[in-house]
């Protein structure tokens, strides 16, 4: 494939990511973006390209902030923070950058995930859980092979098995014997 090509198609596949992607100066200073930056922020490409990584952060935090830029350009960093929109709103990231060296040039690439509703997710788990294992009903969870993967207070109270005493037995072991054969 010749070089100009493939050229295009890398920066199609930058443009049309589904992650944030931001190309950054060693200082900080926006360089390049792509569509999901834009369309994630609020603000127009040129509106983009006048700012820094800095002015998406909280301010409050400006020397936890320049710190793990400082460790991205030297070794890559990940780690999960909030980003502004250009209305002020603000939204939970998971970031990766790392420095780059480009024709003798550095870089700091960073690609950026709305977590939202991954958090969304996991807190609307974390509730589920909370009621099932609070709840005064007996409510087991097995496998396929009929191994016990769960048990909440309301099956301690009937049956007066702890969890550590069954999870990962059979669950045959709160069948009576004369009725094993109906499971």
């Not at 589904?18 to 922020?41: C, F, H, P, Q, R």
């Not at 087991?140 to 009937?158: P, Q, V």
Request: hydrophobic share 35%.
């Amino acid at each position: 494939m010749e070089k100009f090509k493939t050229l295009k198609i890398y920066e199609n596949v930058f443009y049309n990511a589904n992650d944030i992607i931001i190309l950054l100066s060693t200082e900080g200073k926006i360089m390049k973006v792509n569509k999901k930056a834009i369309d994630s922020y609020g603000y127009t490409e040129k509106e983009l390209y006048s700012m820094d990584i800095f002015q998406l952060r909280s301010k409050e935090k400006k020397v936890l902030i320049k710190s793990q830029f400082e460790k991205a350009k030297l070794d890559g960093i990940e780690f999960q923070t909030t980003h502004y929109r250009k209305d002020g709103s603000d939204f939970p990231v998971e970031v990766k950058s790392i420095g780059i060296e480009c024709e003798k040039e550095k870089f700091v690439i960073s690609i950026i995930r709305d977590i939202t509703s991954r958090i969304k997710r996991e807190q609307e788990a974390r509730e589920v859980a909370f009621i099932v294992e609070n709840s005064q009903d007996a409510i087991i969870g097995k496998n396929l092979n009929g191994i016990i993967t769960s048990w909440n207070k309301g099956a301690e109270r009937l049956y007066g098995y702890t969890k550590e005493a069954v999870v990962g037995k059979s669950i045959l072991v709160i069948i009576p014997e004369k009725r094993t054969h109906e499971f």
